[in-house]
């Protein structure tokens, strides 16, 4: 069943988990799919913490406890959140220690509704770290305009760093520039560079969901024959800046000094569209130093019937380029679409936050003591 995850991770992916919740941690099945199915490494975000939290399973002790302390809903939230990301990772700490921090890792995110301010952002990063406490855990930051310097000074702080919601190709320089002008930072500070690891996570499947859309409207022959291009174009082609910007001087110089690759992190990656393959966005984006977060159904899609045959990025560039320019000249629109997917990646973590605050609060109010 596993061995298509084997050749995955034999071919320089690494397998990340894309769902968590305290169930998966208590019942063992974290540590199955670690041992079982190549997974070394878990990603959080607003939408799979609303989703654990309200299903109930193995959080009301701690909310009833929080109930009678009265804690504020955020504070409970918070507390809830950091609790499984630090159990989670102590179960991932020997993948960790056996990747010489490069892998077992598990992300937490900034409130999504600091996203558009630089300094909460940076004072919730500082914050979080130090709830988890754990060295093998990675603080999720967007990459909105506001959230780029957050994410130099994090970085220039010690603290390792997720870079989420990346759509675009010129953000995504962006983002390396920001990645390195925070080891930059870190480096005049006198730290130890070895000991901060980063991936940069540029979303998937949501580019083929909103181009395909554009698309069918179009509703030419030529246009529907670009549907399920996009995506991969645009990931093959970050993927090649990342491979220009780790091969510069600027990068051999941070290197030198003991700075790890940011890795390209390979996001919403389930098939939205049923037409398409299920493992589409794992087989077709294999490339050396990448990390594929997948939900547990596209994993299994992978263990079952993947099929695994080599480098699927490395050599792509010119028909990447080729399919992202027959996008533009049917009159898809490239900077509207990633602007649009950018807020809306925004809105819907805020709206899960949202969601997730107001449901925890019920449960405060249900599990609160009775006043004498």
Request: hydrophobic fraction near 40%.
């Amino acid at each position: 069943m596993t061995d298509a995850l084997k050749r995955l991770s034999d071919e320089g992916v690494a397998i990340w988990l894309d769902d968590l919740s305290r169930r998966r941690i208590t019942s063992g099945n974290l540590a199955e799919l670690i041992d079982d199915s190549h997974v070394v490494g878990v990603t959080t975000n607003p939408s799979i913490f609303q989703k654990a939290i309200s299903g109930g399973d193995g959080y009301e002790r701690q909310l009833r406890d929080l109930a009678v302390r009265g804690v504020t809903v955020e504070e409970a939230v918070r507390m809830i959140t950091t609790a499984d990301v630090r159990d989670a990772a102590d179960v991932l700490r020997p993948v960790f220690d056996a990747t010489d921090g490069r892998d077992g890792r598990v992300s937490i995110e900034v409130d999504p509704r600091l996203a558009h301010s630089t300094e909460p952002t940076v004072a919730e990063a500082k914050q979080l770290a130090w709830l988890v406490d754990r060295p093998n855990t990675l603080i999720k930051i967007p990459a909105t305009e506001a959230g780029l310097p957050a994410i130099t000074e994090v970085i220039g702080l010690g603290i390792s760093v997720n870079v989420t919601l990346i759509f675009s190709l010129e953000r995504y320089r962006a983002v390396t520039d920001a990645y390195l002008s925070g080891l930059e930072k870190a480096k005049e500070r006198g730290l130890d560079l070895s000991e901060i690891e980063s991936v940069a996570s540029f979303f998937v499947s949501r580019v083929d969901t909103e181009i395909d859309k554009r698309l069918e409207k179009i509703g030419s022959d030529e246009a529907k024959a670009l549907k399920g291009r996009a995506a991969l174009a645009n990931a093959r082609l970050a993927y090649q800046v990342y491979e220009e910007v780790f091969s510069s001087d600027r990068w051999a110089a941070l290197e030198k000094a003991g700075a790890k690759k940011q890795r390209p992190l390979w996001a919403s990656t389930g098939v939205k569209d049923p037409a398409y393959k299920d493992t589409l966005y794992v087989t077709e984006l294999v490339a050396p130093g990448t990390v594929n977060t997948m939900p547990e159904g596209t994993l299994e899609a992978t263990a079952d019937h993947g099929e695994v045959t080599g480098d699927t990025v490395r050599g792509t560039y010119e028909q990447a380029r080729a399919d992202l320019d027959a996008l533009a000249a049917v009159g898809v629109d490239y900077d509207d679409v990633v602007r649009l997917l950018e807020v809306e990646g925004v809105e819907k973590f805020e709206a899960s936050w949202n969601d997730l605050l107001k449901s925890t609060e019920a449960e405060l109010k249900r599990l609160a003591p009775e006043k004498p």
